[in-house]
């Protein structure tokens, strides 16, 4: 199968975004930069971006491993949304409760400087910023609603941030079966996240930034980035390789590279939506400990994912490993019992990525200038915002420029390392099995369920 085969059957936003494929050349001999990137997912695509604001004299060159986009950020559920990628009790510890909201109000800035960059570099994405719902289906999943409220109301955020929608309320927008209330946030856009990765690489080209692709980097020093073909020799050196960077040497431990699976229906006919709406295209994402998040596409269809969080011994990353019949199977069930008006939809698309989960769940963002060394990620699967702030943060701290972005609680951050193996692979398992066990038990029940009490430690907090 050839390379363009292989990158549009990774997900349904790959295939479109693909279908014209002219790669750009791999890095070839030896050559000098300012800022030498390794991977063009959003995190470093942001980064140079934002460089080039900062600095356009900047010589920036971006190594990518196979093409742009081809990790999460040419596959995730599109979500642009305000939550912070992470733990607000470990960034709490770092500035206490005055940083969690600095942070999270710097997530809901970051949206909308994301559309506007969207819309300076005409970038073609679908973008449209409609808020977004989240929805309850059951007794346990509405309590975990309100409890969400609740602390965002002891931060200090009111209606306009966040407010209790009712069914009807919710029916009103998206008709989603079983819904029993929800939240509604203003603070989320839609978008074709392969579109905006591959839109977001053509506005860096246009600014000077040199992307190879098909360049994996083999070694990543003070100095220096090796790839098969040749190096960059760089004043400075940013790793953007999210959970792939378990791969590099001396890495294995810093994330468990966890994969999250989707699907994505055939374009549904007028008379379809027009039973389920969803015309302001507001996404929705349940309470489930799997939980379920769909959009409605630029083109008209339902994608719809969840957390299947496969993983290997060892933490391999394989192709073979993203589409699992099981969790695809349940994906499928979950679209059909939600919208019953798609239950004959076809499901033309299936498809999974590995994210980053670091062991404190937590970002960071950090650059030493003595080495010249900086890197950002460790997402935990929600780093379409979060990688444009780690982007723009590493641009200021690169540069020297003091910045609000500068003093957020993941600035320096560092989460330690998983245990060894066989304990992660453990780990992993046991974290999926309970949560998986914990979904039905709650909607059979309609109790919460205290097995989730199993895992607590290791989860991240909702
Ligand atoms: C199924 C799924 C759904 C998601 N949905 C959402 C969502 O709706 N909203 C949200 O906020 N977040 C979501 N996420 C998370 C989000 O997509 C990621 O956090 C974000 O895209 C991370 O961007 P990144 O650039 O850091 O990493 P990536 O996009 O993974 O980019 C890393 C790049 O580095 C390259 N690379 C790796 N190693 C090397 C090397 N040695 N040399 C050169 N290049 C290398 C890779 O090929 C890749 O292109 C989702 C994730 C998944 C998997």
């Not at 971006?49 to 196979?66: H, K, M, Q, S, W």
């Not at 999926?432 to 430690?457: F, K, Q, Y």
């Amino acid at each position: 199968m050839g390379d363009q085969q292989r990158y549009r059957e990774r997900s349904l936003w790959l295939d479109g975004a693909l279908a014209q494929f002219s790669p750009r050349p791999p890095l070839e001999g030896e050559r000098e930069v300012d800022v030498a990137i390794v991977g063009a997912g959003y995190t470093g695509l942001w980064t140079a971006y934002a460089l080039t604001l900062r600095d356009p004299g900047l010589r920036i060159a971006v190594v990518e491993a196979e093409t742009v986009g081809y990790g999460s950020s040419g596959r995730n559920g599109g979500f642009v949304s305000a939550g912070i990628a992470g733990e607000a009790r470990v960034y709490d510890r770092a500035q206490g409760a005055a940083g969690i909201v600095r942070a999270e109000r710097a997530m809901i800035e970051g949206i909308d400087w994301i559309g506007d960059a969207v819309a300076r570099e005409s970038i073609d994405c679908g973008w449209v910023k409609g808020g977004s719902y989240r929805i309850a289906t059951s007794s346990p999943q509405l309590a975990r609603v309100r409890a969400g409220l609740e602390t965002k109301r002891a931060r200090g955020y009111t209606d306009a941030d966040v407010r209790f929608v009712t069914r009807a309320e919710i029916e009103a927008e998206v008709r989603v079966a079983g819904v029993l209330g929800g939240t509604y946030t203003p603070h989320c856009a839609r978008v074709d996240p392969a579109r905006l990765a591959r839109g977001l690489a053509s506005a860096c080209e246009r600014r000077g930034v040199v992307i190879h692709e098909r360049s994996p980097a083999t070694a990543l020093v003070p100095g220096l980035v090796t790839c098969p073909g040749g190096s960059l020799g760089a004043r400075v050196v940013v790793r953007a390789t999210e959970a792939f960077t378990t791969r590099l040497p001396g890495e294995r431990r810093s994330y468990l590279p966890l994969a999250s699976h989707m699907i994505a229906t055939e374009p549904l006919p007028a008379g379809t939506w027009n039973e389920i709406g969803w015309a302001g295209c507001a996404p929705i994402a349940d309470q489930r400990y799997q939980f379920v998040y769909a959009q409605r596409t630029p083109d008209g269809r339902i994608a719809l994912g969840g957390r299947g969080l496969t993983y290997r011994l060892g933490g391999a990353i394989r192709e073979s490993d993203e589409v699992q019949p099981a969790i695809h199977g349940k994906l499928e069930q979950a679209l059909r019992s939600l919208f019953p008006a798609a239950a004959e939809a076809r499901v033309t698309h299936r498809w999974g990525c590995f994210f980053a989960a670091p062991r404190d769940w937590s970002m960071s963002v950090d650059y030493d200038r003595a080495s010249g060394l900086a890197r950002a990620g460790g997402y935990s699967g929600h780093g379409v915002v979060a990688s444009s702030l780690a982007g723009r943060t590493l641009a200021d701290l690169i540069t020297g420029t003091e910045s609000d972005l500068t003093g957020l609680p993941w600035v320096g951050h560092a989460s330690r390392r998983w245990e060894p193996e066989p304990l992660r692979f453990v780990a992993a398992k046991t974290i999926a099995a309970v949560l998986a066990s914990a979904d039905p038990v709650e909607d059979r029940t309609g109790r919460p369920a205290r097995r989730v009490a199993i895992v607590r430690r290791w989860l991240p907090g909702r």
